[in-house]
Each structure stands twice: as C-alpha cells, then as structure tokens.
C-alpha cells in the first residue's frame, strides 16, 4: 500500500496562501525596481535639465553679445552719415540745406508714428535719410511707408518737396535696385566721406 501522509497537509487554501504570498513577493520586487528606475529616471531629468539652462543661457549670452554688436554697429552709422551728411549738406542732390537733425520721433494725432534717422531741411525740399549699418530691401519698404506718413506726421511742412535716401555701409545689389526702382538716392561710405547716387531720384 501506499503512504499518503506527506501530501494531508496541501489543501486548496494552502496553495492559495503560496500563491498570495508568491505575487506579493513579486509586486514588492516590482515596485521596488520600478521605484529604482524612477529615481534613475528622476535623475537623467535633473541632468537633462541642468544641461539645457546651460545651454540656454549660452544662447541668450551668444544673442545678446550678437546685439551688443548690431547696436554698436547701427550707433557707428548713424554717426558717421549724420556727420558727413552735416559737412557736406551745401552740395547734396544739387540743393543747399540749411538743417541736419537726428534721431526725430514723431505721432499725428491719427496714429502715425515713425522715427527718422536724419532729416535735411530747406525753403523747398526735405530729404529724409534712413540710417542702416547694412541695408536691405525690407528698409526701402519701410522708408517708402514713412514718406506716406511724413506730411502727416510734419503738417508744418506738408507743402515742401519730399526726397528720400538710404544711407548704408554696404547694399546688396537687390537693394541697390529697389532704390533706384523707386527713385530713392543711394548713400555709400566711401573710405572716410561718402558718394551719393542719385541718377532715378524722385521728387515726392
């Protein structure tokens, strides 16, 4: 015969109790690797972080110094065609100009506002000059626009004659050609004076 004592003690129950005791076991293993994997995780995060302040504020650093320079820039034309454009306001576009000024914000009560790099005054004319360290066609766009609004902007000379310049340390031809399409006068530095095209000038 047979001895069946070893097996009177595995009842449903006990197997269940394994079975419990086996998955919670296992849920504990789990939650404890997921635990360590959310703490890896937590700290790839942090770090990916840290690398991207660092790298935005290298940007903003790179941007700024990238300003700093198209300021110092913009500052050294508009100086250096204000001046010259002062000396040599006697022999410009065949008229004799007796004011120079700068930097000449003004608002219509109708809502025009613009700011005028340099604008030369006589009996007759006006000539209104754009100031850029490099020009490009987006500046005869907006010096166009500013010509529209100018009168308005100025009703104390709404009845004198309206010119237009664009004064630069370097033009692309594309630019050079939107000038003179629009018979706008072209302003070059040449060495320490400056040249004026205004063979397509055109009286506004």
Known sequence: MYN???????????????????????????AERAAEFEQRLEKSRAEAEKEN??????IRLVNRQITGIGDNNGAFAQEFFYNSLKRR????????????IEQESRKSNIGFEAEY???????????IVEVKYKADSNDVKELLQKEKTFRVN???????????AIASMSFHKKTEKACKDNGI???????????????????F
Request: with cysteine; net charge negative; charged share 30%.
């Open 117 to 127: 790099d340099v604008i030369m005054f006589n009996g007759e004319y006006i000539c």
């Open 185 to 203: 006068a072209i302003i070059k530095q040449i060495g320490d004076t400056i040249e004026f095209y205004d063979q397509n000038l055109k009286v």
């Open 4 to 30: 069946t004592n070893n097996n009177s003690n595995i009842t449903p129950e006990s197997v269940l109790e394994t079975l419990d005791a086996a998955l919670k076991k296992f849920a504990a293993e789990v």
């Open 154 to 164: 100025f009703p104390e000379h709404k009845d004198k004659k309206l010119i237009l």
């Open 89 to 100: 306001r006697k022999t410009m576009f065949g008229q004799k100009f007796d004011l120079v």
């Open 53 to 58: 302040k660092a790298l935005r504020e290298s």
